[in-house]
């Protein structure tokens, strides 16, 4: 397990931006601080085809699950487990609602959990402006109900811990998100090759951004994931298609794009390339013939899964943290000043205010709960490049392959 430590930053009154239901304050009467969730790696264990998260918090804080992207509250030191579970969209139908996140099982000792950040995928400003358009499901031996979120920020719907069981987040079907576009992720994962007939297939899938990796990844394996800039916007029940010039084949020729949160996580396309292919051109259009998505993709810069089916990410942190103390104090200031505006697949830079005191371990921190690993990766890379320390780059690379 891996736990880098995030820095608590105090910020400017002017900068809160009260949620529409919050009462009126006088900025002057209070000071604001913000405390920045400290970013841990559980421990991982694959049984049967369900993951296992595993994490003891040491004490009270915020603490961001770099796999699951959930935040936890914690009062005191308490060992957390979880796990995410298949839910029952017939349940949930009656009720007008639809699945809007994993279904999360977490077990916790009583009263250590304060609240929960469960990652989102919806537009920020529409679910604001949408009361009631996003909620918790809450399930318990007996019952379902329906939690009200506390806020709603860029990146979370944060609730109140009533009683840990089955969490997940949900979206009010009539109110809906048609025709209204969503937080998703092109992934891409890198078959073996077939020497019988000299190919290689890429399966492309489009899926919500709140997906976890880990539980996409435990159905490619053996395949690598190909490590490219992920977020894109889509919209449910929209067609698109995948273009790639060198494919021998692309199936099928258009698909449909689903809200939907697993159990299962089939390709969208498969295209299948000539064997020993080293870089495609990949895009991703709308029904309109709108360009959603574009990257070139280098074959060769994969990332393997490890033994339990999940992306090392460990190794990554650890390889940018060692990459950052490369750098001399006037170089690290330099990065962290391209940090503030550095802006990665229409994400917005980390703030100043985050910046100004984080250290390289708060810098490694804030980097991977803006961007998400694989955004860190080439984050760093371009500024690296910026500041012409070539040298860190060709270092950078050797952590993908």
């Known amino acids: 397990m891996l736990e880098i430590q995030a820095a608590a930053s105090s910020i400017d009154d002017s900068e809160v931006k009260p949620g529409p239901n919050t009462p009126d304050i006088n900025p002057k009467d209070v000071k604001k601080v913000i405390q920045l969730?400290?970013?841990?790696?559980?421990e991982v264990k694959n049984e049967c085809a369900q993951i296992f998260y595993r994490f003891k918090c040491p004490g009270s804080g915020l603490f961001h699950c770099i796999l699951t992207g959930l935040v936890f509250d914690m009062t005191r030191e308490a060992e957390l487990l979880y796990k995410i579970i298949q839910w029952d969209e017939s349940v949930l139908q009656p009720a007008g609602k639809m699945a809007a996140g994993p279904l999360f099982d977490i077990k916790c000792c009583e009263d250590a959990v304060r609240q929960l950040h469960f990652p989102h995928c919806?537009?920020?400003?529409e679910a604001l402006l949408s009361d009631g358009l996003l909620s918790v499901?809450?399930?318990t031996d007996d019952a379902m109900s329906f939690i009200k979120p506390l806020k709603i920020t860029d990146t979370h719907v944060i609730v109140d811990n009533p009683h840990l069981s089955a969490f997940g987040l949900v979206l009010d079907f009539l109110m809906g998100i048609w025709n209204k576009q969503v937080k998703g992720q092109v992934l891409l994962f890198l078959s073996p090759p077939n020497h019988a007939k000299q190919t290689q297939n890429i399966n492309v899938l489009?899926?919500?951004?709140?997906?976890?990796?880990t539980e996409v990844s435990k159905h490619h394996q053996p395949s690598?994931?190909?490590?490219?800039p992920s977020a894109c916007n889509l919209?449910?029940?929209t067609t698109y298609t995948v273009h790639c010039p060198v494919a021998n084949k692309i199936q099928p020729k258009r698909a449909e794009f689903d809200m939907e949160f697993g159990p299962n996580y089939s390709p969208t396309f498969v295209i299948r390339l000539p064997m020993n292919t080293d870089e495609v051109t990949l895009t991703i259009r709308d029904q309109t013939d709108t360009e959603v998505w574009e990257h070139e993709a280098d074959l060769t810069d994969h990332l393997p899964f490890s033994a339990d089916g999940r992306i090392p990410a460990e190794k990554i942190m650890v390889m940018l943290l060692d990459i950052l103390e490369d750098l001399n104090d006037e170089e690290f200031k330099k990065f962290k000043w391209h940090l503030k505006t550095e802006v990665w697949n229409n994400i917005s830079p980390i703030k100043e205010n985050y910046l100004s005191k984080a250290d390289r371990n708060d810098t490694v921190d804030l980097m991977v709960q803006t961007y998400e690993i694989t955004g860190a990766v080439q984050?760093?890379?371009n500024i690296l490049k910026t500041i012409c320390r070539n040298d860190l780059v060709k270092k950078l690379s050797t952590l993908r392959h």
Do not use: D, W, Y
């Open 379 to 381: 984050v760093m890379e």
């Open 235 to 237: 919209i449910k029940n």
């Open 206 to 213: 489009l899926l919500p951004r709140n997906i976890p990796m």
């Open 122 to 125: 919806v537009k920020t400003q």
């Open 137 to 139: 499901a809450h399930f």
């Open 224 to 228: 690598h994931f190909i490590l490219v």
């Open 37 to 42: 969730p400290s970013s841990f790696i559980p």
